[in-house]
């Protein structure tokens, strides 16, 4: 049986499912500035399509793309779904005329948002919803306490079988583990931004999956100079090298490279047949400049 390019990542548990480490976040499938349809919408499908083939099956996702946009395109690539397919869609935030992502965490936009997103994609019930918590990148420390609950509300009816929570604090995280269960977080996380590096390694020691965003956001010119450098020596891209960093940094980091183009999808599911060395490792984190992981991940 031959060995798909996603499945060279290794898997982690996702839920009640394994998934492959490498997914494919579907952001990037809507227009500019993540409104309206693509230039290409075969292109699109073709992508979604090719990942599949690739063998990813987790894909990340929210109806407030486009608004509805990719949620659409997703149903008109891959439905019926994969029975190993898993789609992660996030809830908290809508867009208005400006373009703008107000928060949208009330129990009743809550309850929209769920309902919307099952019905843009498909489905009886969405795999993983992740209450996505304001703040431009970076968490704001709040109560989520009522949102949350909104939502374990909705798993308790089969709306959803598992949450998880995005752009959140540990303080957040633990409030939200003391609601319901949750599977994952999703925060901003890469090589040079690694303020998350105790919360990877306390949920890899209990067994829950990390999705950083933004694998290349946040550079320096020194830093992404750096990192250019590596990759010339290794005849690769910043990309592959910042991917295949991420995927040597702990096993319970689930990675969601987003694109438009099928070669650089191919291109990014590269990296999980890449092997870093210990020296080529020690370089990279000195990009970071935040020394090494906790031993005890």
């Not at 009330?106 to 929209?112: E, G």
């Not at 970071?288 to 992981?293: E, K, M, Y």
């Given at each position: 049986?031959?060995?798909?390019?996603?499945?060279?990542?290794?898997?982690?548990?996702?839920?009640?499912?394994?998934?492959?480490?490498?997914?494919?976040?579907?952001?990037?499938?809507?227009?500019?500035?993540?409104?309206?349809?693509?230039?290409?919408?075969?292109?699109?499908?073709?992508?979604?399509?090719?990942?599949?083939?690739?063998?990813?099956?987790?894909?990340?996702?929210?109806?407030?793309?486009?608004?509805?946009?990719?949620?659409?395109?997703?149903?008109?690539?891959?439905?019926?779904?994969?029975?190993?397919?898993?789609?992660?869609?996030?809830?908290?935030?809508?867009?208005?005329?400006?373009?703008?992502?107000?928060?949208?965490?009330?129990?009743?936009?809550?309850?929209?948002?769920?309902?919307?997103?099952?019905?843009?994609?498909?489905?009886?019930?969405?795999?993983?919803?992740?209450?996505?918590?304001?703040?431009?990148?970076?968490?704001?420390?709040?109560?989520?306490?009522?949102?949350?609950?909104?939502?374990?509300?909705?798993?308790?009816?089969?709306?959803?079988?598992?949450?998880?929570?995005?752009?959140?604090?540990?303080?957040?995280?633990?409030?939200?583990?003391?609601?319901?269960?949750?599977?994952?977080?999703?925060?901003?996380?890469?090589?040079?931004?690694?303020?998350?590096?105790?919360?990877?390694?306390?949920?890899?020691?209990?067994?829950?999956?990390?999705?950083?965003?933004?694998?290349?956001?946040?550079?320096?010119?020194?830093?992404?100079?750096?990192?250019?450098?590596?990759?010339?020596?290794?005849?690769?891209?910043?990309?592959?090298?910042?991917?295949?960093?991420?995927?040597?940094?702990?096993?319970?980091?689930?990675?969601?490279?987003?694109?438009?183009?099928?070669?650089h999808l191919e291109e990014n599911l590269q990296a999980a047949a890449r092997v870093l060395g210990p020296e080529e490792?020690?370089?990279?984190?000195?990009?970071?400049?935040?020394?090494?992981?906790?031993?005890?991940?």
């Open positions: 049986m031959t060995t798909t390019t996603a499945e060279k990542s290794g898997s982690y548990r996702l839920g009640d499912r394994e998934v492959h480490r490498l997914g494919y976040g579907a952001m990037q499938l809507a227009g500019p500035h993540v409104m309206g349809p693509p230039a290409d919408r075969d292109a699109a499908i073709a992508v979604l399509r090719r990942a599949v083939e690739l063998g990813v099956d987790h894909i990340d996702t929210s109806d407030y793309y486009g608004p509805t946009v990719v949620n659409e395109l997703i149903r008109e690539a891959l439905h019926p779904y994969p029975d190993d397919l898993v789609i992660v869609t996030k809830v908290g935030a809508r867009r208005d005329a400006d373009g703008g992502w107000p928060e949208a965490l009330a129990p009743d936009d809550l309850r929209r948002a769920v309902q919307e997103n099952i019905d843009h994609l498909g489905v009886e019930a969405l795999d993983v919803v992740n209450l996505r918590m304001p703040g431009f990148a970076e968490p704001v420390q709040r109560s989520l306490a009522e949102p949350f609950e909104a939502l374990a509300a909705m798993q308790q009816e089969g709306l959803v079988r598992h949450l998880g929570v995005s752009n959140v604090t540990p303080q957040m995280f633990a409030e939200a583990q003391s609601i319901a269960p949750v599977v994952c977080v999703q925060n901003h996380y890469n090589l040079v931004h690694r303020a998350d590096d105790p919360m990877i390694d306390a949920l890899a020691r209990e067994g829950i999956a990390y999705t950083p965003f933004f694998p290349l956001g946040g550079f320096s010119p020194l830093q992404s100079a750096a990192l250019e450098t590596v990759a010339r020596r290794l005849e690769t891209t910043p990309m592959q090298v910042a991917l295949t960093w991420l995927l040597a940094r702990s096993p319970n980091l689930l990675l969601i490279p987003g694109t438009s183009s099928v070669a490792l020690a370089e990279l984190d000195r990009i970071g400049g935040t020394g090494q992981p906790d031993p005890a991940g």
